[in-house]
């Protein structure tokens, strides 16, 4: 028994022994149970988007790419995955962090080939209701969206041709594709149109804001200060005080889908949507932002030149500056009969800040629904 043993593991080469080989079997059994787990794991089925009434139903997917489980999935995976980038060292989710609601946290983000962009990087809370995308409008929709800072050079710098092939390679990809899209043909566009299904997903309603207006939770005398402040415009000659911002970012969803010259500079070095339309009244106007989660957003402004929201009220009460294309709401704005600025006192600043705070939704920030699951599955 012993000779035949040993003959049975004569043939085979660098000295195997049953050790080894009884590794090598259980390591295959975990690959097969993990890809058997893989496949069982995928959710099917149409997505169901949920969120308040008060955000309303004009909700932004196209009929050419329906929202569902499998394709949420898929996006989110592509979302995280440094594949499709130049160097396979950066992801959406390198500038865009769960943990800074999908922003970075830095006035400019580096690319794959080192230069940064040109802008800051702007939150995705919420885009499920935008029909406008980046700082000049340029998209008109998620799926266009995506297709541009995937290939733009100093971003992820790869074409989506490269960028499906190097996917096709993967033995992961090729199914969920097919999961998502009936064949397991991968192309940039049907990448394009999963990372669109997982950006809807990115619904920000749960911050202390959204609990006052259900009646969860009682705000402090400085935030409901702060919040009247926030929605009224000044009216001094009636003793009104108010800091205009509802002007903008008036709504339950704190943005409203315009463009904006916020007096930044007389002479504005990037024209943002006038740079798109050539247009003299265009210039330095871009597109006004949500404020959900803003006290994680920082720093602020298409160009980050602001690094706290104590800078930001700054210049919305004492710095605006005045130029041909200053859009009107910041005209002749203030607290006091006669003035030129808003004046804010620093009490009143103080309370806006304590109202922007209230906007911090702790759920967006740590749902593990929009988590990267690579580093999910790396912790199990």
Same mark, same amino acid.
């Given at each position: 028994m012993k000779n035949s043993r040993k003959n049975c593991f004569k043939f085979l080469p660098y000295r195997w022994?049953?050790?080894v080989i009884v590794l090598v079997v259980l390591g295959f059994s975990v690959l097969i149970s993990a890809w058997t787990y893989y496949r069982e794991a995928i959710p099917t089925g149409t997505y169901q988007f949920i969120y308040p009434a008060n955000f309303g139903n004009r909700i932004n997917v196209p009929d050419d790419n329906p929202t569902t489980k499998q394709g949420v999935y898929l996006g989110r995976m592509l979302f995280y995955e440094p594949r499709l980038s130049a160097n396979n060292t950066i992801s959406c989710g390198n500038c865009h962090q769960q943990q800074f609601a999908f922003t970075d946290n830095r006035p400019f983000s580096?690319?794959?080939d080192g230069v940064e962009t040109t802008r800051n990087s702007m939150s995705l809370a919420n885009l499920l209701w935008a029909r406008k995308f980046f700082w000049d409008g340029r998209a008109a929709s998620l799926e266009e969206q995506a297709a541009i800072p995937l290939t733009n050079p100093h971003e992820m710098g790869q074409s989506l041709a490269t960028s499906a092939k190097k996917l096709s390679t993967e033995p992961q990809y090729p199914p969920l594709f097919k999961a998502v899209y009936g064949d397991d043909t991968i192309t940039g566009e049907r990448i394009c149109k999963a990372i669109a299904q997982f950006e809807r997903?990115?619904?920000?309603a749960n911050s202390r804001y959204d609990q006052y207006l259900r009646k969860a939770y009682q705000p402090t005398a400085g935030e409901l200060k702060g919040m009247e402040l926030f929605n009224t415009g000044p009216q001094p000659e #009636?003793?009104?005080r108010g800091a205009n911002c509802a002007h903008c970012h008036g709504g339950v969803k704190t943005y409203l889908e315009l463009f904006h010259n916020n007096g930044l500079d007389s002479i504005p070095k990037d024209n943002g949507i006038g740079a798109l339309t050539g247009l003299p009244g265009d210039?330095?106007?871009f597109k006004v932002p949500t404020l959900r989660n803003i006290a994680l957003t920082a720093p602020y402004m298409h160009d980050g030149r602001f690094k706290t929201l104590d800078e930001v009220l700054d210049h919305y009460s004492d710095h605006v500056v005045q130029s041909e294309s200053l859009s009107t709401v910041f005209r002749g704005e203030s607290n006091e009969v006669g003035g030129k600025t808003l #004046?804010?006192?620093?009490q009143e600043k103080k309370e806006i800040i304590a109202f922007l705070n209230m906007?911090?939704?702790k759920d967006f920030i740590t749902n593990p629904g929009?988590?990267?699951p690579n580093i999910r599955a790396s912790k199990k």
């Open positions: 022994n049953k050790p580096a690319g794959a997903t990115l619904i920000s #009636k003793g009104i210039r330095g106007r #004046k804010l006192s620093p906007l911090t939704d929009f988590s990267d």
